[in-house]
Each structure stands twice: as C-alpha cells, then as structure tokens.
C-alpha cells in the first residue's frame, strides 16, 4: 500500500510521514516542487537511517498530482486557504477506490485572522467541503487534526487520540488501522463526515490552549468500552 | 459561598449538585416548581448523609429567581430551547458581583434535530447569549458541558477534564477551584468566553460517541505543562 502525503514538505504531512514510514509504510511525499519533495523525502530517510533499526524506509518524493496517481490512501495536510483549488486541481488524478484523508482545519488565519478561531465553511467542514470537491467514489476520511506536528516529529509516543469521521465505513477502518500505527494513537471511530465539524474545531482550541498554556496539546477521549479503541 | 443551580433538578444540575454538597458546598437546587426543587433537594441530602462521612449536606431548594437571588454563584443547566426564556426572567434578580456560570450546550434536539448536532446561535455560543442577555455586571463563565450526567451520579472520580471560558479571569478561577471540587476533574483556563463555541460542540461529538460505542465518554486535554492544570 502507497500513501501520498499532499503538502508533505510541511510540519504535519512530513510528522505523519515520518511515523508511518518509521512503522515501513510506502510513503510518497507530495509537494508543488519535485526536488522539495524529494529533499523532504530524503531527510526523513536519513533520520530513520540514524536510528539504526529496521530495513529502510520506503519514502520517495513526487509533485502532488504525481504522488497521488498510484496511492491507494491521499492524505492532505495543506493550510485552508489552497485546499479547494488544491482538490480541483488533484480531482483529474484521483479515482474511484481511492481513500482522501483530509486533516485539513479551516482556522481563520487562514485569511489572516487568529489561529484560535475557525470560519464557517459552507459545507460545514473542511472535509465535507473536499467531499463535495472531489465528487463520489473517492472516499474522504477526516482525520488527524488534533495530532500536534511538534508531537510527531518528536521520538516516542504521542499522547493523543484520533477521531476518525467519513460516510464509508471501510475506508474509515482503514484509516483507523493506519492511525494506529503512530506510537501513543487510539483511534475512535467518529461517525459521519459531518462530525468533522467539530473534530476540526477542536484543533482551534488547542491551539489556543498551546498559546495560553505553552504546551504541545492533545485529546483524549475517555469512558468508552475497549472495543471503541480497537477496530 | 452559596451557588443556586438553575435546573438544578435535572440530570446534569443534580449531579453537579451531588458533588458540590458532598465536597462541604452550601447548594441551592433551582426549579420552576419549589416542591419539586426541595425533593431533589432531600434527595441528595440523604444521598450523602446515606455515605455516613462529614457534616449533614447543606442543601435546599427554591424556585429558580428565590434560589438566584442569594447566591454568589449561579449555575445554569437547562436545555437550550429555555436558555434565553429562563435568562429573561432572571435577569431581575441577577446583580452585579454574582458569577453566572453556563453549562448550556445548544444541541439540534432542542429543536426536534439530533443530539449529535448542534445549532448555530447568532451570538456564537449558548454562553455567549447569555452573556448577551444578562448584561454587563454580571461575570459570565462557560463551563461543565463536557461532563456527562452519568457520571456525576456514580461514586467515585470522573474522567474528564473541564475547559473554563470567560472574559473575567477572576471568575473563571473561581469556577476552576469550584470544578475542582470534583473528584477526578481537572480545570483547565481555556481563555475568553467566546471559546465556549467549540467546547459546547464537543459535547454533541462526545453524545455521538456514546451513542455508538455504548459508553460515558469525556475529554482530557494532554500536553500541557502541570501549572495549566492548577490555578
């Protein structure tokens, strides 16, 4: 399985990439410049290579539309203001089959207001709105907003849980698994798509919680059964 | 310190009166009908006295204004489809000095629509209209809805940290040593009142999380520094 890393050369995309390629996922890190991809790629290579375990990462990189093209998950970690033209310009490459995880927070410093407020999206959520964009057969999964990337390019586990959203239950289990196996991560089955809402909002609030607090913050989610942990 | 809860007969404003009284706090249940506020009133009353530990709980009931009038903190848990009615009707008997502390999360279903849903409020947040409708003078606190009912009414520590939003830092601490009151719950600053926005959303994604995984779900904030966690 190849997972595409969609604005892979920034803080969260190259944290995600970091961890599933420490865990031997293929990873192709997408970026609009090929050599910043591939440079991108290449230092994470050579960070895993430092620790010394393990065979080595499988992790390449590829401009966007290219590093979608033959993954089966496309993960977009991109700031708000390119995700829609970012979609309308990946919709010719994605295909039916194909799982769109979108980690995408529609905070308001995305049109330069605070990073601890959000705007309204018309389809009410960064997610919703690349479902519309994207159009049926890909499958968009909402999920890892609240995953600080201070915390992912950090060595040890992570103390935060993933709230996994999408209208497809397949591909939400598989995102689940893949959520998984970030050391530290339970992933939780969230429902719909349209409970990225709030999954999306909450990252306003750490944000604002980092601010006020100085500190790198997570969610977890307490008092449901085991099995709402596991697949 | 006297606080009156304002539906306080209810699942939420009796739990929280359960663990108030229980922790040495003088409690005044709020209701629409003063008998039924004096009953739950003696009900909690022998709850804790039922316990054979500490003083007799000092606990009565009133109707809502009687029980506001005295009280130096006000707790609102009511649905949202009374809020702006039952804040009309208070405002009289509020003053200036008295903390009003909002627990109200504006779910879909106080209109017919889903608990795991919200409605937009056009002041951004149920607190945010109440601070709207309560005027100047009084402080208004955004805080508790993150905890479920359930667990208030079991023994023992709940599972959940409390975000507490306000524009007057000095009443939002004493709402954070009030939250602390309760075993297991930890009270975080979560900065201005309009922040109350996300926090009364993540209680409909913490309903449909319950829903689906047949659980008593709340919220820990990991990745601060001890000192956000204490005063």
Known sequence: MTIAIVGGTGPEGSGLALRWAGAG?????GSRDQKRAADKAAEIADRLAGRGSG???????ERNPEACRSAEIVVIT???QSHAEMLKQLKPVLHPG?????????LAAS???RPTRTLGVWQGSAAEQAAELVGGGVAVVAAFHNLAADLLHQDGPVDCDVIVSSDQPEASKRVRNLARKIPGVRAIDGG???????????TALLIGLN???KGHSGI????LPPAAYDI
Do not use: C, M, W, Y
Request: charged fraction near 20%; aromatic fraction near 2%; glycine fraction near 8%.
């Open 211 to 213: 601010i006020r607090h």
């Open 55 to 61: 065979p080595a990462a499988q992790i390449s990189g």
């Open 111 to 113: 049109v330069g207001g």
């Open 220 to 223: 977890r989610i307490t008092g």
């Open 25 to 29: 996922e293929t990873i192709v890190i």
């Open 98 to 106: 194909q799982i769109l995880v979108d980690a995408t927070v529609p």
């Open 78 to 80: 991109i700031p708000f």
């Open 192 to 202: 719909k798509l349209e409970n990225a809402r709030i999954v999306e909002q909450i």
